[in-house]
C-alpha cells in the first residue's frame, strides 16, 4: 500500500447511503478523475473486487436516477457530473497530491468513531502550563523544589530542594516534614516552625510565601485499550489527558467514556472524554501522581449514526442513554432532516433486521450493540404549491390554500399584463400516476363569468403566454448612406423619414431625392415563370426629414437603401515613394490619370532610381495581410485560405509544374503589379502605363547590388550582382542543388513584383535573365512513391501478359 492513504478492505458499499456515493463520485470528477480511474485507485489501496463492482452499479443508478427526475421532484442525483476521461496518471507531485486527496475521499467512506482525532490530530497537545501558580492542592513530593521569601521586619530567601524522605532543611529553623501535604497546608506548616525563629511572623509585621520552583518528574503507566500502552515519564502537573495525549488516546475497541485512574490499587476517578468533546468539562480530568495507573477498557456499546445529522459517526453509548441522546451527540438532525421517524438496522443473533422509530419513542429506545441509525432526508417536494408564469406582473409559486382557484390565483399575482393573451390559458396537471395532463382554458370566459373558474391542484403550472411571443418579431433595415445603418424593431405608421432618423440621419454625400424601398411579396405565385422577389419604391425625402404631402409608410421587413449622390465623389488618393524628388500622397486629378502623369507631378525620378525595380502595390493586399478581417466574406476567407497553403505549399514543397509556380506566384502577390518604369518614361500613356487606381502605391526603389539565392541550394546567400552572369552561375555561388532540388522548377522573382519560370526545349533548359535585386528559389522535388514488391509483381504481370498477346498476333 502507498505511503498515504488508508486500507479500503473493510468498506462496505451496500452500508453507504446515497448522499455518500454522491460525495465521492463529485469528488473525483473534481479532481479529473474519470469512473473507472476512481475505481483502480480504490483496487489499490485493498477494496475488494465485488465491492468495487458494488459501487459501479451504484454510481450508474444514481446518475440514470438524476436522469429521469421531472422537474419537480429533482433530486441531489441532478448535478451529479459524467465521469470525465484523463490520459493516465502522472507521477509528478501534483498527481501525486490529487492521489492521496482521492484516498482521504475513499476513507472518509469509511465512519468515524466520536473523539479519535483528539488525541492524534496535532492541534491539541494537553501540555500542562508550568508557567502559571503553584495549585493550592499540588500535593509536595521527592524532587520538588521549595521557595521561601520572608518579606517585611525580616528579609530572607531559600531554594530547598524535597528530600527522598519527604522533608526541607530551613536555616535557623531546621527539618520540616512537607512531603504528601498540599502547598497550602505545607505553607501553615512552615510558618508555624519559622515563627519560632521570626517572632514578626506572628504578629504580621513579617510574611512567608511558599512556592514550588522546579516540577518534579512522575512515572504513570497507560495500559489496556491504548495506541501505545507503557509507562510514560511526566511532570507532576500532567493530568489524564496529557497522558492519553501521549500514548495516542484510545485504540479502535478503546471505550472513551470509561477510563478508570487507579492509584494505590483503587480506581479514584472515572474518565468520560465526552464531557470534555460535548461540554467542554474537565471535572474528571484529574492531575496524576507518581504510579498511577490509567485504564483503557475495552468499550461495551457502540452504535452508529448516518444521514442528515450534523455530526455523523460511530458512538459509545451507556446503559441507560437513549436515541434522544444520540441524536444530540451527533449534533442534532439537520436542516433537511426528515423527523418523524429514525430507521435502525439492528443485528440479532442470526440475522439483521430493521425498525422504523417514531418521533415519541425517541427518548425511550435505548440502543443496542452494533445498531445503525439512518435519518432520512425530507421530500424534495413541496405539499402546497402552485406555479404561475408568463404574462403576469408577479410570476412565481404560491401557496395553494383552500378554494384557490385560476382567477384567484391571476390576482395573487398581481393581474394580468396588458399583452397578455387570454384565449388559451394552459395548466399544466400531475396525474396519480405521476404523468402530466394539459387543461385549455378560455381566460375571457373564466372572467366573464360564462364559465366556472377551475380550483387548483397541488403542483398546478399556470402558463400565460404574451401576445409578443406569439408572433414574430417585425423588422426594417435601412442601409447605405446613413450614419447608423443596421436592423431595427418596427412599429405601426412608421414612415421612411422616422426610420431614417432612427438610423442617425442622412450623411451629406446621401442621393436624398432616390431613396429605394424594397418590399418582399406575400402570397406569390410560385408557379409564374417570372417571379418577383420584391416590390421596389423609389421615394424622394427632404435632407432635413422633414413632410411635404402624404408620407410613404413603411411595412415589417421593408429594406431602405440611401446611395451615394452622384455628384459627390471622394477624393482618390495614391502615394508615392522612394526615389523621386517630391514623394507623398497624390490626389488623382481624373478618373484616367496615369502613372507618368503622378511621376511628372511628382518632380520625376532622382539619380540613384532603380527604374526596373520599380513597383505598383494594389489594395488587394488587404486579402492577405488582414488575415483576421471580421468584415470578409465566407468566399474571401476562403480564397485567402487557399492561397496561403498554396505559398506555404511552393516554399515547403516545390512545384513541378513552371506554369503553376508563376500562376501560384501572381495570385498571391496580386497586389504587386510588375510594371516596366522604364518603357512607361518612355512611351508616356501607351500600354505599359497603367492607369491609377484609390489606394494605390507606387515605389522606385533605389539601385539594388544583390541577388538572393534561397530554397533547394547548400548556403541560401545574398550573391553580390555582377552583369551578365547567368542564373545557373548565380546557384553555383550558392553551393549548387541540394539532392533533392527540382532543377527545371527554378524560377526568378523580380524586384518589381514580376515572375519568370525555368523554359524547356527538348533536352535544352533556358533559365530567364538576372536583374539586380532579384531572387533565385529552386523549390524541392516532390517525394517519388516508390515502388514495393506488389508493384513489381504487378509490372511483370502487365509485361508478361502483353509479351503473349504479341506472340499470338504475329502467329496469326
Known amino acids: 500500500m502507498n505511503s498515504y492513504g488508508q486500507n479500503l478492505q473493510n468498506i462496505k458499499v451496500d452500508d453507504l447511503n446515497d448522499q455518500q456515493v454522491l460525495e465521492l463520485v463529485k469528488k473525483a470528477n473534481a479532481l479529473g478523475y474519470s469512473d473507472d480511474q476512481a475505481a483502480q485507485l480504490a483496487a489499490s489501496r485493498g477494496m475488494p473486487p465485488e465491492e468495487i463492482a458494488k459501487l459501479r452499479v451504484r454510481i450508474s443508478n444514481l446518475r440514470n436516477k438524476g436522469n429521469n427526475n421531472n422537474n419537480n421532484q429533482s433530486t441531489d442525483t441532478d448535478t451529479i457530473p459524467s465521469g470525465r476521461k484523463i490520459n493516465g496518471m502522472a507521477a509528478d507531485s501534483s498527481s501525486r497530491s490529487k492521489q492521496k486527496s482521492m484516498a482521504d475521499a475513499f476513507a472518509d467512506l469509511?465512519?468515524?468513531?466520536?473523539?479519535?482525532?483528539?488525541?492524534?490530530?496535532?492541534?491539541?497537545?494537553?501540555?500542562?502550563?508550568?508557567?502559571?501558580?503553584?495549585?493550592?492542592?499540588?500535593?509536595?513530593?521527592?524532587?520538588?523544589?521549595?521557595?521561601?521569601?520572608?518579606?517585611?521586619?525580616?528579609?530572607?530567601?531559600?531554594?530547598?530542594?524535597?528530600?527522598?524522605?519527604?522533608?526541607?532543611?530551613?536555616?535557623?529553623?531546621?527539618?520540616?516534614?512537607?512531603?504528601?501535604?498540599?502547598?497550602?497546608?505545607?505553607?501553615?506548616k512552615i510558618k508555624a516552625a519559622l515563627s519560632k525563629t521570626y517572632p514578626a511572623l506572628r504578629t504580621g509585621r513579617t510574611t512567608v510565601n511558599v512556592n514550588i520552583g522546579n516540577i518534579r518528574s512522575i512515572k504513570v503507566t497507560l495500559v489496556g485499550e491504548v495506541r501505545k500502552p507503557g509507562s510514560y515519564t511526566v511532570s507532576s502537573l500532567s493530568s489524564v489527558f496529557n497522558a492519553l495525549y501521549l500514548s495516542?488516546?484510545?485504540?479502535?475497541?478503546?471505550?472513551?467514556?470509561?477510563?478508570?485512574?487507579?492509584?494505590?490499587?483503587?480506581?479514584?476517578?472515572?474518565?468520560?472524554?465526552?464531557?470534555?468533546?460535548?461540554?467542554?468539562?474537565?471535572?474528571?480530568?484529574?492531575?496524576?501522581?507518581?504510579?498511577?495507573?490509567?485504564?483503557?477498557?475495552?468499550?461495551?456499546?457502540?452504535?452508529?449514526?448516518?444521514?442528515?445529522?450534523?455530526?455523523?459517526?460511530?458512538?459509545?453509548?451507556?446503559?441507560?442513554?437513549?436515541?434522544?441522546?444520540?441524536?444530540?451527540?451527533?449534533?442534532?438532525?439537520?436542516?433537511?432532516?426528515?423527523?418523524?421517524?429514525?430507521?435502525?438496522?439492528?443485528?440479532?443473533?442470526?440475522?439483521?433486521?430493521?425498525?422504523?422509530?417514531?418521533?415519541?419513542?425517541?427518548?425511550?429506545?435505548?440502543p443496542n450493540n452494533g445498531d445503525k441509525f439512518t435519518v432520512e432526508t425530507i421530500l424534495n417536494r413541496f405539499a402546497n404549491r402552485v406555479q404561475i408564469r408568463g404574462a403576469v406582473f408577479r410570476p412565481g409559486d404560491y401557496e395553494l390554500s383552500n378554494g384557490l382557484t385560476l382567477g384567484k390565483l391571476i390576482t395573487r399575482a398581481g393581474g394580468l399584463k396588458e399583452d397578455a393573451f387570454t384565449n388559451r390559458v394552459y395548466v399544466l396537471r400531475l396525474n396519480k400516476d405521476n404523468s402530466s395532463t394539459v387543461l385549455s382554458v378560455d381566460l375571457?370566459?373564466?372572467?366573464?363569468?360564462?364559465?366556472?373558474?377551475?380550483?387548483?391542484?397541488?403542483?398546478?403550472?399556470?402558463?400565460?403566454?404574451?401576445?409578443?411571443?406569439?408572433?414574430?418579431?417585425?423588422?426594417?433595415e435601412v442601409k447605405g448612406e446613413v450614419r447608423l445603418p443596421g436592423t431595427y424593431k418596427y412599429a405601426d405608421n412608421m414612415s421612411v423619414e422616422t426610420a431614417i432618423q432612427m438610423a442617425g440621419g442622412l450623411k451629406?454625400?446621401?442621393?436624398?431625392?432616390?431613396?429605394?424601398?424594397?418590399?418582399?411579396?406575400?402570397?406569390?405565385?410560385?408557379?409564374?415563370r417570372s417571379l418577383r422577389t420584391a416590390d421596389l419604391f423609389t421615394i424622394a425625402i427632404d435632407p432635413d426629414l422633414t413632410y411635404h404631402g402624404q408620407p410613404f409608410i413603411l411595412q415589417p421587413f421593408d429594406v431602405i437603401s440611401v446611395r451615394l449622390a452622384d455628384r459627390n465623389r471622394p477624393q482618390l488618393n495614391v502615394l508615392i515613394k522612394g526615389e523621386v524628388r517630391y514623394?507623398?500622397?497624390?490626389?488623382?486629378?481624373?478618373?484616367?490619370?496615369?502613372?507618368?502623369?503622378?511621376?511628372?507631378?511628382?518632380?520625376?525620378?532622382?539619380?540613384?532610381?532603380?527604374?526596373?525595380?520599380?513597383?505598383?502595390?494594389?489594395?488587394?493586399?488587404?486579402?492577405?495581410?488582414?488575415?483576421?478581417n471580421k468584415n470578409d466574406t465566407l468566399n474571401q476567407k476562403s480564397e485567402r485560405l487557399k492561397l496561403m497553403?498554396?505559398?506555404?505549399?511552393?516554399?515547403?514543397?516545390?512545384?513541378?509544374?513552371?506554369?503553376?509556380?508563376?500562376?501560384?506566384?501572381?495570385?498571391?502577390?496580386?497586389?504587386?503589379?510588375?510594371?516596366?518604369?522604364?518603357?512607361?518614361?518612355?512611351?508616356?500613356?501607351?500600354?505599359?502605363?497603367?492607369?491609377?487606381?484609390?489606394?494605390?502605391?507606387?515605389?522606385?526603389?533605389?539601385?539594388?547590388?544583390?541577388?538572393?539565392?534561397?530554397?533547394?541550394?547548400?548556403?541560401?546567400?545574398?550573391?553580390?550582382?555582377?552583369k551578365g552572369m547567368s542564373m545557373s552561375e548565380y546557384i553555383n555561388r550558392a553551393g549548387g542543388y541540394t539532392s533533392s532540388a527540382d532543377k527545371k522548377a527554378a524560377y526568378i522573382e523580380y524586384a518589381n513584383g514580376s515572375v519568370k519560370g525555368t523554359k524547356k526545349f527538348l533536352f535544352f533548359r533556358s533559365h530567364p535573365s538576372v536583374k539586380p535585386g532579384a531572387e533565385i528559389f529552386v523549390p524541392q522535388r516532390a517525394p517519388r512513391e516508390k515502388i514495393g514488391v506488389q508493384g513489381l509483381i504487378g509490372i511483370t504481370t502487365a509485361l508478361a501478359s502483353l509479351a503473349a498477346i504479341i506472340v499470338v498476333l504475329f502467329r496469326k
Open 248 to 366: 495516542g488516546g484510545p485504540n479502535e475497541n478503546g471505550s472513551f467514556r470509561d477510563i478508570h485512574v487507579i492509584r494505590n490499587n483503587r480506581v479514584i476517578q472515572t474518565v468520560d472524554i465526552y464531557d470534555f468533546l460535548l461540554k467542554g468539562l474537565q471535572n474528571s480530568n484529574i492531575r496524576l501522581q507518581d504510579q498511577d495507573v490509567i485504564s483503557v477498557p475495552v468499550y461495551k456499546k457502540r452504535v452508529e449514526m448516518t444521514g442528515d445529522v450534523k455530526r455523523p459517526g460511530i458512538y459509545e453509548m451507556k446503559d441507560g442513554e437513549s436515541l434522544t441522546d444520540l441524536i444530540n451527540f451527533s449534533g442534532g438532525f439537520s436542516s433537511t432532516a426528515y423527523t418523524a421517524s429514525v430507521k435502525v438496522v439492528q443485528n440479532t443473533s442470526r440475522e439483521r433486521q430493521i425498525a422504523d422509530i417514531p418521533a415519541a419513542e425517541f427518548g425511550t429506545y435505548r
Open 645 to 722: 497553403n498554396l505559398k506555404r505549399l511552393q516554399v515547403q514543397n516545390g512545384v513541378t509544374d513552371t506554369s503553376k509556380i508563376a500562376l501560384g506566384n501572381e495570385i498571391i502577390r496580386s497586389d504587386m503589379v510588375g510594371i516596366d518604369l522604364n518603357d512607361i518614361m518612355k512611351h508616356p500613356g501607351g500600354s505599359s502605363d497603367l492607369i491609377l487606381q484609390d489606394g494605390d502605391i507606387l515605389n522606385i526603389p533605389t539601385e539594388l547590388q544583390t541577388v538572393k539565392v534561397s530554397g533547394e541550394v547548400l548556403k541560401p546567400i545574398n550573391v553580390v550582382y555582377e
Open 583 to 628: 514623394p507623398g500622397n497624390y490626389s488623382l486629378e481624373k478618373k484616367n490619370e496615369r502613372i507618368s502623369d503622378v511621376l511628372r507631378r511628382a518632380g520625376g525620378l532622382t539619380v540613384q532610381a532603380f527604374p526596373d525595380g520599380a513597383s505598383l502595390k494594389r489594395p488587394g493586399s488587404n486579402l492577405i495581410n488582414n488575415p483576421n
Open 110 to 188: 469509511s465512519p468515524k468513531i466520536f473523539g479519535e482525532n483528539l488525541f492524534r490530530d496535532g492541534t491539541q497537545t494537553f501540555e500542562p502550563n508550568l508557567r502559571i501558580a503553584t495549585p493550592k492542592n499540588y500535593v509536595i513530593g521527592p524532587d520538588d523544589e521549595i521557595l521561601l521569601d520572608l518579606t517585611g521586619d525580616n528579609e530572607a530567601s531559600y531554594r530547598l530542594k524535597v528530600s527522598p524522605e519527604g522533608t526541607i532543611r530551613v536555616q535557623y529553623t531546621g527539618v520540616i516534614a512537607v512531603g504528601g501535604l498540599t502547598i497550602e497546608r505545607a505553607e501553615t
Open 444 to 476: 375571457n370566459d373564466v372572467l366573464a363569468g360564462r364559465t366556472t373558474d377551475p380550483l387548483l391542484q397541488r403542483e398546478d403550472k399556470v402558463s400565460i403566454n404574451s401576445l409578443l411571443d406569439l408572433r414574430d418579431e417585425y423588422t426594417f
Open 508 to 528: 451629406p454625400d446621401a442621393a436624398f431625392t432616390r431613396v429605394e424601398v424594397s418590399r418582399r411579396i406575400n402570397n406569390a405565385d410560385t408557379s409564374g
